[in-house]
């Protein structure tokens, strides 16, 4: 099993460059909120997919939540999206070319429904809630596709995939790796596995590997928010066209150095502010 450390040398920056264009050329992305009182982390991503440098993003919101959210966002666009009807026709608009859904989405029925329309789009990255609902409906896990990246941490990927991850526990060093290669091949799209060591797997058999460890440790992103940050910025790189293995390897990465940049004190909302100097850094 061969596996490619995710390191600053690894990475291809060219990818991350903008070129002279309308807003539109470089991708709209729908991040999908939760409820009243829920939105929070579809913010923070709709934010980091913003930084990142997606051209437009629109926060897709149930019509109860709509007063919170536009009380504390700016340049992220607004749109009613109740259920999954109403996100089946908002997806006609082709400008938008990757959704993110999952952070603080719920799981009753409206979630599930949620799901299986955004499972129409081309690009999509799922998060949290989603991933138990992909967990608990053998149709929805169908649905899945080669445009699809789900991003849980171990506790969700226990739900997605149990034996995997009975097996990785039980088998000692390189497990994780096979399991998040053997999730990707059964599920066939990009796994992101988050953790200290966080994997990234295709279908096709890709593994990568970045190590959040001694100097590069950081325990300060163990906050809430962090993962659906991660999931905003996997999904403004997928509307700007990266491909999605690519996408999660810059993002995994780009992530973990914020965190070091900023240091202590560090809270979700804090990451997507630090990106602009990150990107700076690598020279875009």
Known sequence: ??????????????????????????????????GP???????????????I??????????PAAQLETAMQVTAVMLQRVPDGAALSEALKDRRINALCLGPALGLGARAAEMVKAALAAPHVVLDADAITLLSQDADLRAALHPGCVLTPHMGEFARLAPDLAEAAKAEGQGAKAQAARDAAARFGC????????????????DLRRHRATQDRATPWL??????????????GMLARGIAPVEAATLATW??????????????????PDVMPQVLRDLGV
């Open 37 to 51: 009182g829920r939105t929070g982390a579809a913010r923070m991503a709709a934010r980091a997919a913003l930084r």
């Open 254 to 271: 780009m992530h973990a150095q914020a965190a070091l940049q900023h240091g202590p004190g560090l809270i979700a909302e804090d990451l």
């Open 222 to 235: 163990a906050t809430a928010g962090a993962g659906d940050v991660l999931a905003g910025l996997i999904t």
């Open 190 to 205: 990009v796994i992101l596995l988050k953790g200290p060591e966080t994997m990234i797997a295709t279908p096709e058999g």
């Open 53 to 62: 440098g997606a051209g437009a993003v629109t926060l897709g919101v149930p």
């Open 1 to 34: 099993m061969t596996i490619s450390e995710i390191t600053r040398e690894s990475l291809d920056v060219a990818l991350l460059r903008k070129q002279p264009g309308h807003k539109y050329d470089h991708g709209h992305a729908l991040i999908l909120s939760g």
